[in-house]
């Protein structure tokens, strides 16, 4: 089992950049999958990064491809999310997910454990 705690997040205006973390507790971390996901108000979880266990498969949804790049140090049990040219749609509470595999999927469900959420509010 993994525990996992978001930082990061904040009010930024629209153009600037914001890095989430993401820790997660245990020893077995470099064994799963790990994934970003947010959730704006009345709206749902929808998905926006996710990377292998070893980092080096990457995906993301269209509308932050290009903007947003995910990363991971194993060595520190931590997923990262860099967002770069945030505009006021990226407004959310960005959760992370991970999972016990070693592929990246973008499809909530299939993720096993979550955070409890980092509010990112973007200003127009």
């Known amino acids: 089992q993994v525990q996992l705690v978001e930082s990061g997040g904040g009010l930024v205006q629209a153009g600037g950049s914001l890095r989430l973390s993401c820790a997660a507790s245990g020893r077995t971390f470099s064994t799963y999958a790990m994934g970003w996901f947010r959730q704006a108000p009345g709206k749902e979880r929808e998905f926006v990064a996710a990377?292998?266990?070893?980092?080096?498969?990457?995906d993301y949804a269209n509308s932050v491809k290009g903007r947003f790049t995910i990363s991971r140090d194993n060595a520190k049990n931590t997923v990262y999310l860099q967002m770069n040219s945030l505009k006021s749609e990226d407004t959310a509470v960005y959760y992370c997910?991970?999972?016990?595999?070693?592929?990246?999927?973008?499809?909530?469900?299939?993720?096993?454990?979550w955070g409890q959420g980092t509010q990112v509010t973007v200003s127009s």
């Open positions: 990377i292998s266990w070893s980092g080096g498969t990457t």
């Open positions: 997910a991970a999972r016990p595999s070693p592929g990246v999927v973008a499809v909530r469900v299939l993720y096993n454990y």
